[in-house]
Nanobody, 123 residues
Framework: QVQLVESGGGLVQAGGSLRLSCKAS????????MGWFRQAAGKEREFVAG????????NYADSVKGLFTISRDNAKNTVYLQMNSLKPEDTAVYYC????????????????WGQGTQVTVSS
């Protein structure tokens, strides 16, 4: 059974930081692309960041480039999202996902999803 469990969400003031974690189990996720998406209330889910299996390649949405950093620890089957200089518009449910189908970081190929963790940024 594939399972992705996110943690680290919460309430933070604008300008603050949060670090999300996603623990994967059930498969050898070190072989696969992993990513973070988010969905704000009333909006479609959007890509935030993706990372290759080795961690050597990353891709970010323009809105978070230079502010968020994705990383992974394959020994721990965990992917992270460090979020700095948070803004109220970053408020959303953040989802971890795995792409076992292709090597594309920014795509619709992600096929396993976590349950999400809420991030709320107050102004």
């Amino acid at each position: 059974q594939v399972q992705l469990v996110e943690s680290g969400g919460g309430l933070v003031q604008a300008g603050g930081s949060l670090r999300l974690s996603c623990k994967a189990s059930g498969r050898t996720f070190s072989n696969y692309v992993m990513g973070w998406f988010r969905q704000a209330a009333g909006k479609e889910r959007e890509f935030v960041a993706g990372i290759s299996w080795s961690g050597g390649s990353t891709n970010y949405a323009d809105s978070v480039k230079g502010l968020f950093t994705i990383s992974r620890d394959n020994a721990k089957n965990t992917v992270y999202l460090q979020m700095n200089s948070l803004k109220p518009e970053d408020t959303a449910v953040y989802y971890c996902a795995v792409n076992t189908r292709t090597s594309r970081l920014r795509s619709r190929d992600y096929d396993y999803w976590g349950q999400g963790t809420q991030v709320t940024v107050s102004s």
